[in-house]
């Protein structure tokens, strides 16, 4: 692949998602409350393709890649099958354990997705990564975020956001 490659159709590797062990496509109003996932290799809940569906008081740990992915990384047209999940008061730990370039809560191309009142920490990369695409697309409501190696910020990289980030530091 050529890194100055910004024509997509030429170059999908950076965007092929892993696989979840929990595989949720082509769904609506899929819920898991107070699950807990631990010791799995590759990404612990994926949702594709589904709509209105929540992770809420669920405990992630030593998990190889994300512990939750959501939407398409490939295409922004996919943000209109991804719309309305949450992941919300949530437990991640030790996410990213063998895939180190995962952040604990991915989420591609989707909209209105809330990341609420969860808890992060013993990270290989970062607790976020949202809208991933890195602006090779047009999209409009693209946003990578990510804090920063030592914690002090939160950074954004994307389309034109109009994405909402609150947090508050301990």
């Not at 496509?25 to 898991?32: L, Y």
């Not at 929540?54 to 740990?61: A, K, L, R, T, V």
């Not at 697309?137 to 990289?157: I, K, P």
């Amino acid at each position: 692949t050529n890194p100055n490659n910004s024509v997509c159709e030429n170059d999908w590797a950076w965007s092929v998602k892993a696989p979840g062990n929990v595989a949720v496509r082509r769904s609506r109003r899929v819920s898991f409350v107070g699950c807990e996932f631990s010791r799995l290799g590759g990404v612990g809940v994926d949702l594709s393709n589904s709509s209105d569906c929540s992770i809420d008081g669920s405990y992630f740990h030593d998990v190889s890649g994300a512990a939750v992915q959501i939407g398409s990384y490939q295409t922004p047209l996919g943000a209109e099958s991804d719309v309305g999940n949450s992941v919300t008061h949530t437990v991640v730990h030790r996410a990213a354990a063998e895939y180190s370039g995962f952040a604990a809560l991915q989420v591609g191309y989707t909209q209105r997705t809330t990341l609420a009142h969860n808890d992060v920490s013993n990270l290989t990369y970062g607790a976020l990564s949202i809208g991933w695409g890195w602006a090779r697309h047009e999209a409009w409501d693209a946003t990578n975020a990510g804090w920063s190696f030592d914690d002090a910020f939160l950074y954004t990289t994307g389309g034109n956001d109009r994405c909402i980030m609150q947090w508050r530091q301990k």
